[in-house]
């Protein structure tokens, strides 16, 4: 009787966790300032609004494309921020909870940019300390859009200013875990929002 308690304990805290993490991908938090202003992110390969080149979109699952990660570079961190971590998310994935396209963490403080194909883990592009999560391809790296057919997906890249170090998380946690533990510890955030469809 104990067992079948902790059990479904367990698994009501899991999916309070999972809900957590898609209502915070889906609202903006409130940004703390700066002396120079808002926390902004800037991409060479993504227009806000516009609609994401095949660079960037996967190659499997009917895509073909380079599924090489986005350039990014932000400014005006607030003061106390102690590192970054970048979240991509597509909401109108036909999943219920969205899908995890890239997940990125324990950026130090002292870096402002990553360069186009940061996301393949092959590349070694990444800073010293940087970590990438699982995202719902499965595996840590990038995955770029790959919708079904019909009506264009929002897929949105945010960095968030962070008040840690680094983010006590398993090695082998879900994206929505992760995105609860970077939302727990968000000082400011910035965004991009790009379409693509097919």
């Known amino acids: 009787m104990r067992r079948t ?36 992110v800037t991409s060479t390969n993504i227009s ?4 994401i080149a095949d660079a960037q979109v996967y190659n499997s699952f009917g895509c073909k494309g380079g599924n090489v990660s986005p350039e990014l570079s932000w400014s005006s961190a607030p003061a106390g921020a102690k590192s970054f971590a970048i979240l991509m998310h597509d909401p109108d994935a036909p999943t219920g ?10 950026i130090p403080a002292n870096v402002s940019s990553l ?27 990038y995955g770029g859009p790959c919708p079904p057919p019909g009506k264009p997906h929002r897929y949105y890249v945010r960095v968030y200013a962070l008040k840690v170090e680094k983010l006590e998380v398993p090695a082998d946690a879900t994206a929505a875990f992760v995105a609860f533990s970077v939302r727990m510890h968000a000082l400011a955030t910035a965004e991009l929002m790009g379409t693509y469809g097919r």
């Open 5 to 40: 308690v902790w059990t479904a304990a367990a698994s009501l805290a899991a999916m309070a966790l999972a809900a957590s993490a898609l209502m915070a991908a889906n609202q903006p938090i409130r940004t703390a300032q700066s002396t120079a202003g808002k926390l902004t």
């Open 48 to 51: 806000p609004g516009g609609k």
């Open 97 to 106: 909870s969205g899908w995890w396209h890239w997940v990125v963490y324990n």
């Open 115 to 141: 360069p186009a194909g940061a996301g393949d883990p092959k590349k070694s592009l990444l800073p010293s300390g940087a970590l990438q999560g699982r995202t719902d391809f499965g595996d840590p790296g």
